[in-house]
């Protein structure tokens, strides 16, 4: 019989399992029974979390392990960052269900998009609360497979292109990572995750090996993490409806990258010993070069989304980079951007949503005079912008701040001059969106229709597709203007940083 402390863990991850089965077995027309399982299964993963952390609060250790052979094992463990990851996922995925029910309203095949919904958030709890690389390779594979059918739900041409490109880039990143990591257990005998790393014994004869098996990690976990050149299939996957957009982007895949080289450099390799065998700096390059190359092609994007995802492809590597400079402030930037830039990233993604939904509106050049139709919409899309350009107090301000301080600290001067040319990229490309939107006359195709739904006019579109952004778009702003206050994300990275990964 399991105790509490082994099956809270597993609950975490199989409720959204459970509901996305159970969603399987509906019937198409039994609309009020998904709607139930998609929001119980979300709220009672929200709960489960609750638990998580007040035990863990409290001093409790949560594990739960299946032996598989002698020596490899299923393992779950909930550490401080496994939390926060978990956290995120979970309140995420609960705005991204409001959202989705909302926005695929009367639309056909829903049990499919909604079980894989549900499963692609299993995948992504699995990978938060791996206790070890096997673990977490399992379920970055599910995660692969389950996203796989979201962004080619729509079955048009350009969706099953984009769902091939997805497919091949991440099949053969995950295939990477099965190769470095059974190369890894090899020479260190173990894929547990540990505090400071697991290269304490191991001799300096294998140290070439190891820095080929860390590049093999970074390539892998690199492709989900869209790192230039690998980033091919993330603009490709803009065709995919907004919900699923939020999804990749804000909780799911591009999360899952960054996350695995966070555990990689940290939990694997550990800090001290990726600085004796030289890797972090190339780590920081790749970043950098990422960040800069992603802006500057945003620029050029005149479809909303695809703009969007080429500004995931800048600002996800602000957590690589925080990652590579390996300083305590540098680390906090870092860690503290996977709660960040995924509540301002989904702000985005949800107002994109919106417009295309309510208006037709796909491209920026559409765009002039949107906030006087849609006020909610576009204020929210506003914090976002501003918050992704680093505009205090909202919440990329205090990333930024930090990245910047812990380059400098570590005598790294030279990656503050990459915040200044992304923060200078970041506002040419979202800037002119928001002046447009506000303050010049609407000429667009829509600017000559009425409303035709009566939720358009009480609330210029459905209260579902409407408080999701809005939600987040608030606590964007709040996340930055409370930053320092007890049990924020920066305080609760502040402690994973203090406690768990610098020596």
Request: some cysteine.
């Amino acid at each position: 019989m399991m105790s509490w402390s082994e099956l809270l863990p597993l609950l975490v991850v199989a409720s959204s399992l459970v509901s996305g089965g159970l969603i399987v077995l509906l019937d198409e027309k039994q609309k009020t029974a998904r709607t139930i399982l998609n929001l119980g299964g979300a709220v009672l993963k929200v709960v489960l979390v609750g638990f998580l952390l007040r035990g863990v609060a409290r001093g409790s250790v949560y594990e739960f392990h299946f032996p598989l052979t002698d020596d490899l094992e299923f393992a779950l463990h909930a550490s401080p960052l496994s939390l926060f990851f978990v956290t995120l996922s979970a309140g995420l995925w609960l705005l991204t269900t409001i959202y989705a029910i909302g926005y695929f309203e009367d639309s056909p095949n829903l049990d499919r998009f909604f079980a894989f919904f549900s499963f692609c958030v299993c995948a992504t709890t699995g990978i938060a609360l791996a206790a070890n690389m096997l673990t977490f390779v399992i379920f970055y594979e599910i995660l692969t497979l389950t996203t796989y059918p979201l962004v080619v739900h729509s079955g048009t041409p350009a969706a099953m292109r984009g769902g091939r490109i997805y497919l091949i880039y991440t099949i053969v990143g995950g295939a990477v990572v099965m190769l470095a990591a059974v190369w890894l257990q090899s020479i260190v005998g173990t894929y547990e995750f540990t505090q400071r790393g697991i290269m304490a014994d191991v001799s300096p004869d294998r140290y070439g090996e190891l820095r080929w098996i860390f590049a093999l990690l970074m390539i892998g976990f690199g492709v989900k993490a869209a790192l230039v050149p690998l980033h091919g299939w993330l603009p490709n996957a803009m065709v995919a409806p907004a919900p699923v957009s939020a999804l990749l982007h804000a909780v799911a895949v591009v999360k899952a990258g960054a996350f695995g080289i966070v555990r990689v450099v940290y939990d694997v390799y550990g800090v001290e010993f990726c600085r004796q065998i030289a890797v972090t700096t190339p780590l920081a390059v790749a970043a950098s070069v990422t960040i800069v190359y992603g802006s500057v092609r945003a620029v050029y994007q005149d479809n909303l989304k695809r703009r969007l995802a080429f500004s995931t492809i800048s600002q996800v590597s602000y957590i690589v980079l925080g990652t590579a400079v390996v300083g305590p402030l540098a680390t906090t930037g870092g860690i503290v951007h996977l709660v960040h830039q995924g509540l301002m990233k989904i702000t985005l993604f949800f107002a994109a949503g919106n417009l295309a939904r309510a208006l037709g509106v796909h491209k920026v050049s559409e765009m002039e005079g949107v906030g006087k139709r849609m006020p909610w919409t576009m204020a929210a899309f506003t914090v976002g912008a501003l918050g992704m350009i680093g505009m205090p107090p909202m919440a990329g301000f205090i990333s930024k701040w930090y990245l910047g301080r812990g380059a400098l600290e570590t005598g790294q001067g030279w990656v503050v001059g990459v915040l200044v040319a992304s923060t200078i990229l970041n506002a040419i490309y979202f800037l002119p969106i928001v002046y447009a939107a506000w303050f010049k006359p609407a000429t667009a195709a829509w600017a000559k229709q009425k409303p035709t739904d009566a939720s358009e006019v009480r609330l210029e579109t459905r209260w579902s597709l409407l408080v999701p952004p809005v939600a987040t778009g608030l606590l964007t702003v709040l996340i930055g203007l409370f930053a320092n206050v007890p049990f924020s994300p920066l305080d609760w990275t502040k402690f994973i940083v203090e406690q768990e990964y610098l020596p």
